[in-house]
DNA sequence: CGCCCTCAAGAAAGCGCTGTCAAACGCGGC
DNA sequence: GCCGCGTTTGACAGCGCTTTCTTGAGGGCG
């Protein structure tokens, strides 16, 4: 324990050369099964540890998977991030998290930082980084891309149909009577934000319902943006009987809004969020919104590069995404 | 873009030895203004990016810093770890996540992951490696622990007074009249819920108020165990007040039970959380709840580090714990 | 019985960088 | 013009590991 156990101090310890026992750690060639069985011993015996920084400058592979996500506690991309670190468990590979924070500055540096930190592969969970930059970076190294589509690199994308999420979300509303649907958009520089917007649109268009851009208000994704929407939209001289949030954070702050103004949900007004939060489940009354799969993304996103590190095409799949309908939406009321 | 850019390479083209290129980097010593201005140009203009790998090896620094933690998404660790990334940016060191997920033996073969990793100092978010082990390990590199206290390592422990917050929620709920108050414990292993548990009883002994251990259920610190708890506590044959649960997930657990069950908060039952998760304040009606502050913990907790890094004593101070008065806690009603 | 082939094991050359040591250089002073 | 001093610079030896190239010992076969 005191100065490090290297590899050396195993092999001389163990009367063998430094490359017998590397081949043992990595099985790249046969060894004998007494020297196997004495050097694996004495390796247990010393407490080695291989380290991991020469293995990788030798092997020209750092065991590294960069993952570039925006905010580091986001509840959303949280558990895409937990999906990739189980799909990654036990293959030797290991993420290595860094936050754009929505910069796309940031998000250029951050890059570069995993480059120079010669991770094997790049999983980006959307952001704003130029597809030209991922497509130079994809010419080096395996790379997968969530929640955006980059023009020559389809097949390692792992897009969601946000465009049919929200309009499943609002020909729901639809079919439960509603005629005044408000929506609380998103950022509206996210790609995901003007599609749910798209999906909102084309629903109401295909039930022949009127637009009403006063029914439309801006967010950023954040509770606070939802909060005050809706408080914008109670005080407007629109009248509506549901809303439909761009994700469920907003959601949550616009059944706040309601509630401070007296109306109830789903009673007086209908919510549908987006995104189905771990927390969705749990609000009151809990809240019908759009799953999207984050866990399982996560983890396919993970499976796809594991497949482009041994060569093979990623092949990730398009995931499913499903309108989960809980207690927030019902019929309107005739009245 | 090619085949990588060495140091070497820099060096030859710009017509110096690499240790020159090496000390224009790092700074080390003077290198004539022409020659630093000529390497620079050159530095850029092949895109240069130095390999951490080989960096590390040759320093027997690797400017990483392994952060332990429990659950990547988890809504309560994610703010520490953004805490602690923000407080790293721009020092150089950069922060390398790693789960356990509240299972001994997998943090601790995270902890030699990141030995093995030749990370220049261990930041250890809770969790139940052996105080011995800890105590191995901040031997060999600076090592400062969030949310437990380890003998010896005192002043490299950033603890919070669980006691004295769950004292301080079930005082207020007393000031307000509430003579019979449930508590919902969290997981009984964890020392943060055993202490809240004991702040709940001395809050109690203090006002002397009868302890009541059906009023007690245990839970697991998720929403699932506030939702069954409440409604055992609601079925149960003893009537109560205000509930007190050890976290906030579990009090939104408890917060749809009560609705469930047709009881209002905080006109029927007044409910405290911990925590204050990002989401206590627009839950309906907001939380009143104890809150940690736990980005700032994370922030601390990497200061520290750095102070250690640098040879300085960690310094660690105790971080302060307040309750936050919102809107689910009432005055009881008289009847 | 000798030859060639096979397979285990060692020697040694890097991987890309840092840091020490010594050489080279320029300058002022005598 | 030469010496000594303080700087700038280059050469080179690692850091701990992988990997190629060799060596050496058996083993099978004619």
Redesign the interface.
């Known amino acids: 324990?005191e100065s490090t156990v290297t590899l050396d101090k195993v092999a001389r310890q163990a009367g063998v050369s430094s490359s017998t026992v590397s081949r043992i750690i990595n099985g790249t060639a046969r060894v004998s099964a007494v020297k196997r069985e004495n050097v694996l011993r004495i390796m247990s015996e010393l407490n080695y540890?291989?380290?991991?920084?020469?293995r990788?400058?030798a092997s020209g592979r750092?065991m590294g998977v960069g993952v570039l996500t925006q905010?580091?506690?986001?509840?959303f991309y949280?558990?895409t991030?937990?999906g990739i670190?189980s799909a990654l468990q036990g293959t030797g590979y290991?993420p290595?998290?860094?936050?754009g924070h929505w910069h796309v500055q940031e998000e250029l540096e951050a890059i570069?930082?995993l480059?120079?930190?010669?991770v094997d592969g790049v999983i980006v969970l959307g952001g704003g980084v130029p597809d030209m930059r991922l497509q130079?970076v994809a010419?080096?190294l395996p790379v997968v891309v969530l929640g955006r589509s980059v023009p020559g690199l389809e097949d390692q994308c792992l897009r969601l149909d946000n465009f049919a999420g929200a309009q499943q979300a609002t020909r729901h509303l639809i079919e439960l009577g509603h005629r005044n649907i408000a929506h609380i958009a998103g950022e509206a520089s996210h790609r995901d934000a003007q599609d749910r917007l798209e999906g909102y649109r084309a629903a109401l268009d295909a039930a022949k319902l009127h637009f009403d851009p006063d029914l439309v208000q801006p967010g950023d994704f954040h509770?606070a943006s939802g909060?005050l929407a809706t408080t914008r939209l109670i005080e407007g001289r629109t009248l509506f009987s549901a809303v439909f949030a761009a994700n469920d954070?907003m959601a949550?702050?616009a059944?706040?809004a309601l509630?401070r103004k007296g109306l109830r949900v789903p009673e007086d007004v209908s919510l549908v969020g987006f995104d189905d939060l771990?927390?969705s489940?749990?609000?009151?009354?809990?809240l019908t919104t759009v799953q999207q799969p984050v866990e399982d993304m996560g983890h396919a996103a993970a499976q796809g590069m594991l497949r482009l590190l041994r060569g093979e095409r990623a092949e990730v799949q398009p995931m499913n995404i499903r309108l989960v309908i809980r207690e927030s939406t019902v019929r309107r009321r005739s009245s």
Do not use: K, W
């Open positions: 324990m540890h291989p380290n991991v920084l020469a990788g400058l750092s905010d580091i506690s986001s509840p949280g558990s991030l937990r670190e290991h290595i998290f860094i936050s570069d930082f480059l120079s930190r010669r130079d010419r080096r509770e909060f954070q949550y702050g059944r706040l509630h771990p927390g489940m749990y609000t009151t009354p809990p």
